[in-house]
């Protein structure tokens, strides 16, 4: 245990510098290069909303191949989901952020904020399954891709609530040819704040031109992070 503290405070110290160093609006984690994207975990819908009118689009989890980088970033692993419409994947050099600080397109101006942020927590910490990357198969990548509806209705979503949502029809996001709508939806309806549910280890990867991604680091890097959010709030009521 004390070997892992300390390995986590010399990393917070670390990191800590890339925060107070870096210019960006974003509070930066680290940076990760992300190279290879491809699409064989997820599924394809037709989408409505956040910049799309009813076009094709992969939805569910995006593989790739992390090549090296600083800070949590060395930690994001080859896979993870989109939560930026309507950019595309990006192969190069990403920064890492905190997940209620992403998406931060110039297309919507403000990131998606604590309280999203925390219902995104909940829902992976309750319907997430390991098994979708682990054995993709055609089901599996549906499932996979009504997990994406939902994370997409939670961030562009602006009327109502979870009990309320709805990821084939609304006013931010919705999709048509989600053959898992129903679980979906069944999903996002139980959504209430429980943090007894919240997933740890949440950040997203984000580039300016590029699709930002929401991805798990593992625990011992979390801890690290909780540390650099009580920093970071440090550094805002500055």
């Not at 692993?77 to 989109?82: A, D, M, T």
Request: aromatic residues 10%; contains cysteine.
């Amino acid at each position: 245990m004390k070997k892992l503290i300390t390995i986590c405070l010399v990393a917070v110290v670390v990191l800590v510098g890339i925060v107070l160093t870096s210019t960006a609006s974003a509070t930066i984690l680290g940076t990760v290069d992300i190279e290879n994207h491809n699409n064989n975990l997820s599924d394809s819908a037709n989408l409505w909303g956040g910049g799309f009118s009813g076009s094709s689009a992969r939805t569910g989890i995006y593989s790739w191949t992390n090549e090296g980088g600083t800070g949590l970033g060395t930690q994001v692993p080859n896979w993870g989901f989109c939560i930026e419409l309507p950019q595309r994947p990006y192969n190069g050099g990403q920064d890492v952020i905190p997940l209620e600080e992403g998406p931060l397109p110039a297309l919507y101006g403000t990131p998606m904020g604590i309280t999203k942020a925390n219902y995104i927590r909940e829902l992976w910490g309750r319907d997430f399954d390991q098994n979708w990357i682990t054995n993709p198969t055609t089901a599996n990548k549906q499932m996979a891709e009504a997990f994406g509806a939902c994370l997409w209705e939670i961030i562009y979503e602006t009327n109502g609530s979870p009990a309320t949502w709805n990821v084939s029809n609304g006013t931010g996001f919705y999709a048509t040819g989600i053959e898992q709508a129903a679980t979906a939806n069944s999903w996002l309806s139980q959504l209430d704040g429980n943090t007894a549910y919240f997933a740890q280890g949440l950040v997203a990867t984000s580039y300016s031109d590029g699709q930002d991604f929401l991805v798990q680091v593992p625990e011992p890097a979390t801890i690290c992070l909780l540390g650099l959010g009580a920093l970071s709030l440090i550094r805002r009521k500055k």
